[in-house]
């Protein structure tokens, strides 16, 4: 079983920054992606971006490339991601997800095993 907390939403002004956690625990050993996936009101879960746990595999939404960023620390058993120009858009609440095994398709939520409480992030005018 493997454990996922999330942490850092919180009221943010567009235009600003936030930076989100995701600290994994139990057996952390079997995780292969972690991703990072958003549900506003009254939509469905969205992709956000994903990250290998081993290697250099990173991927990103087109709602947020350039201005989002997704990074690891293993020895943490931990991933981020680095939100900045936020916009009134993104407002939802964030999931971190992990899958077990490698897969081609990381912007299905289906594919992860494991998922996190949520946070809400809400960004203002």
């Known amino acids: 079983q493997v454990q996922l907390v999330e942490s850092g939403g919180g009221l943010v002004q567009a235009g600003g920054s936030l930076r989100l956690s995701c600290t994994a625990s139990?057996?952390?050993?079997?995780?292969?992606?972690m991703g990072w996936f958003r549900q506003a009101l009254g939509k469905e879960r969205e992709f956000v971006s994903a990250?290998?746990?081993?290697?250099?595999?990173?991927y990103y939404a087109e709602s947020v490339v350039d201005r989002f960023v997704v990074s690891r620390d293993n020895a943490k058993s931990s991933v981020y991601l680095q939100m900045n120009s936020l916009k009134l858009e993104d407002t939802a609440v964030y999931y971190c997800?992990?899958?077990?095994?490698?897969?081609?398709?990381?912007?299905?939520?289906?594919?992860?095993?494991?998922w996190g409480q949520g946070t809400l992030v809400t960004v203002s005018s």
């Open positions: 997800a992990a899958t077990i095994k490698s897969t081609p398709f990381y912007a299905t939520p289906t594919n992860y095993a494991y």
């Open positions: 990250i290998s746990w081993i290697g250099d595999g990173a």
């Open positions: 139990g057996r952390t050993f079997s995780i292969s992606n």
